[in-house]
């Protein structure tokens, strides 16, 4: 059933009005009618009716259930239903606003009891964060460990639904889709993998070591530095790593071309000396210019190798000109930089952090409140490594792997002659999907996109398009897969391409 009574009581049958009765605790005639969904949050059922009128019995929401539809009595039961989403015992739905996917597909259920218009909802708040400015857009997220079979954990993610079809990059189970994650929502599974690409990249962090920070804080950027790092996939042919950790002087604690397992970077970042002086950002940033050269390994257009540089501050540098200028020589290198400011704005230099990261700062600046926030915001980092794809500039030929079930996103830039774009894949061995996109960064198979609820929105369809979408599978070798794409209307910088395998439940 939705959340519409009229609608539902003039298309249901017995069957489901039975099934909404038992959820919601209607056992009387006319409950559902009665006690229908009213207020600004999910206020539905003769059971909330019934905690209401306990926790606040000046509404007399049992005798009168019209008087919580007013709008100043609204507000305080929203609050209420916040603070406690079923008026009982649930924890406060405060900890679920992290700009997650997951987080807000929460919220939605505990407030709602279903999935119901979350496509549409998702996208108006990515509006919001975006216009926020305070740490990009939605990214996935995650929640605890989950039993996804006999002999493997997995981790409770957000899997795709229709209506986010342009939105892939923050939703998808792979390396197989387990069970429904315990009181959640329908489309929260049991994912043996969260991070969607093959990844193979150039990682860059930049460590502030000032003396701003303080020995205690420093200690936390260095702890999150290691937790990154077992994520990222780190090793010889897949993420080669560089840090420097900087204040008025820097150290390189590792380069791209050497210490390719783990354990050796994470013993590079024990290894870092905490300054405590000024802040040099543009010397830190001439260095790592420096570790992401190709004769310090930095990997050419043709090995696949997405490059990505974190920059991490909490406070302005001691030349801002400089450090844009050291920035924008990394960027025309097509080096993809996300600035990341920790602490309160007033400490830090706003302009200057969205002048050095990749445009739009909307999606490459993280704001973070404090230190000991930045392993809470593990989730966005890794997000951000597992969605950002590979720079390619035209008429280059790549070479790589795309393991089972798992997807490889790459950027080429448009240079069009005539009215076509034509890319050729080579396939070696086993079997490929192909998509592309000129607005959505992470274009997947449309069928990833499931349609958990009969009842859920799929209004944007409508208004934003879809990723265009060519498969070929093959299991012999040198066949090709050619795309042709019609020049688009308008005139976007890149075409987004993703190869990957179908997905297949083990």
Known sequence: ?????????????????????????????????????????????????????????????????????????????????????????????????????????????????????????????????????????????????????????????????????????????????????????????????????????????????????????????????????RRVNVGRN??????????????????????YTLQQKIQAVERATYFGQGTSTA????????????????????????????????????NRNATIEAAKILKDKDIHIVSVGVGNDSNLDLIELHAICTPPETDNYFAISDFAALDRKLNQFTSKTCSEPAPLPTNTTVTGEVGKDKYKFLKIKIEIVGNKIKITITLFNGKV????SFNNRNPKDPNDFNLYETKTSNVFGRFFPLSNSYSKETRASSNEMTLVIDKPDTNPEFVYVDEGGPVTIP
């Not at 860059?204 to 936390?220: R, T």
């Open 1 to 229: 059933m939705t959340n519409n009574f009229e609608n539902d009581e003039a298309t249901g049958n017995d069957a489901q009005f039975a099934g909404d009765d038992r959820k919601y605790g209607n056992i009387q005639a006319g409950d559902g009618s009665r006690f229908r969904q009213r207020g600004l949050f999910g206020l539905r059922g003769r059971t909330l009716y019934q905690r209401l009128e306990t926790l606040l019995p000046q509404y007399n929401t049992l005798t009168n259930p019209e008087l919580a539809a007013i709008t100043e009595n609204a507000g305080i039961i929203a609050a209420q239903l916040w603070k406690n989403p079923n008026l009982f015992d649930e924890k406060p739905l405060t900890n679920y606003a992290d700009g997650t996917f997951f987080g807000f597909s929460m919220v939605w259920f505990k407030l709602t009891g279903s999935i119901e218009k979350l496509a549409h909802a998702t996208k108006q708040y990515s509006k919001f964060l975006r216009r926020l400015q305070c740490g990009g857009d939605v990214y996935p997220g995650q929640g605890v460990n989950c039993t996804y079979n006999a002999t493997h954990q997995g981790v409770c993610s957000p899997d795709c639904i229709k209506g986010l079809e342009d939105s892939g990059e923050y939703c998808g189970c792979v390396g197989g889709r387990g069970p429904q994650c315990p009181n959640s929502p329908v489309h929260v599974r049991c994912c043996l993998d969260t991070c969607s690409q093959e990844l193979k990249m150039d990682l860059g962090l930049v460590l502030d070591a000032s003396g701003s920070i303080g020995s205690g804080n420093y200690e936390l950027q260095r702890n999150f530095v290691k937790d990154l790092l």
């Open 238 to 259: 897949k993420t080669h790593v560089g840090i420097v950790n900087y204040s008025t002087r820097n150290e390189t604690l590792t380069w791209l071309d050497r210490d």
């Open 283 to 318: 010397n830190a940033l001439r260095q790592i210019n420096k570790v992401f050269s190709s004769d310090r390994g930095l990997r050419e257009p043709e090995y696949g190798a997405t490059q990505v540089i974190f920059v991490i501050t909490d406070g302005a540098s001691d």
């Open 433 to 436: 999907l192909a998509f592309y």
